[in-house]
């Protein structure tokens, strides 16, 4: 038995939340087009007969501004301190190529560290991926190099495989049905926000928090009722969210109800509001009471 934790580290927009979903099996991390959309480290697990794979999605790396954006670079860097395998998301398609920003925390870490090309789907000709390849297998002594595509799964079952060879003989950490060690609570926040991020636009997806106020399960009938507040930082951005008649609030919470039954399995109300607090991605007491918190 191989048990152990897998850091997914990269830019933002590099897929790691798309290929953290493929790995396990489910959707535990929100996936947007738009950069950034993580803001904590997501842990979903992955289990069979003879591994348990403990996956850390991170937010992107990035130069972090404000207090918010600070505490979303530590995460990411502090992840690759915490784990025994790192696994670098890099897009395939995006003009970026390796620089100190990526490449910083793979320098201090000890451990085996894999290089993951993502959206190859999208690189056209395939030949283009031969000079990539040799960019970036020159700039770190990667354990392997490997293109994928967390989209289409190309080569997503190949990655896994090389990555519990790279775990040590270790007992289960977690039981052997788990696939995440977030709460409900935190699964339910993350896919209203996704929702938000999918149907707002410009500034107003990325000043939204969301906390959960009470999730209580109902026997008969077979239910769960969930009320959530959704936070903005200003009076226009609630006004967006809500939208006219509210008609926007009511498109979000559909769609995420939607979602949240097929993961629970029973029907759910879900009971949305909205609510302003001012400038709260700087205010330190925000972000604890929102759990924006360091996990170390």
Request: proline share 6%; with cysteine; net charge positive.
């Amino acid at each position: 038995m191989r048990a152990g934790f897998v850091a997914l580290i990269g830019r933002p927009n590099a897929g790691k939340s798309t290929l953290l979903n493929r790995l396990v099996g489910e959707k535990l991390s929100i996936v947007s087009s738009r950069p950034q959309t993580t803001r904590n480290r997501i842990t979903g697990i992955r289990n069979r007969p003879d591994a348990q794979v403990i996956f850390v999605d991170t937010p992107g790396l990035h130069a972090g501004r404000g207090r918010l954006g600070e505490f979303m670079q530590k995460t990411a860097e502090r992840a690759a301190e915490e784990v025994d395998v790192v696994c670098l998301v890099v897009d395939a398609a995006a003009p970026e190529g390796p620089d100190d920003l990526v490449l910083a925390p793979l320098r201090a870490f000890a451990g085996p560290v894999f290089c993951a090309l993502n959206k190859v789907d999208r690189v056209k000709p395939k030949s283009r991926l031969l000079p990539l390849l040799e960019r970036w297998r020159g700039a770190h002594a990667f354990q392997e190099l490997l293109p994928i595509s967390a989209a289409d799964g190309t080569n997503c079952d190949r990655l896994f495989d090389l990555l519990v060879r790279a775990l040590p003989e270790h007992p289960l950490l977690f039981p052997a049905d788990a696939t995440s060690d977030q709460p409900e609570t935190f699964y339910v926040a993350e896919v209203v926000r996704e929702k938000v991020f999918h149907f707002t636009h410009q500034e107003v997806p990325y000043a939204v928090a969301v906390r959960v106020e009470d999730l209580v399960e109902h026997e008969r009938p077979e239910r769960l009722d969930i009320h959530a507040t959704v936070f903005v930082e200003q009076e226009s951005q609630k006004g967006i969210l809500i939208g006219k008649g509210g008609a926007m609030l009511k498109r979000i919470g559909t769609e995420a109800r939607r979602e949240l039954e097929a993961f629970f399995g029973i029907p759910v109300f879900l009971g949305l509001t909205v609510s302003v607090r001012r400038n709260w991605r700087r205010d330190p007491r925000a972000l604890r009471e929102f759990g924006f918190l360091l996990t170390s």
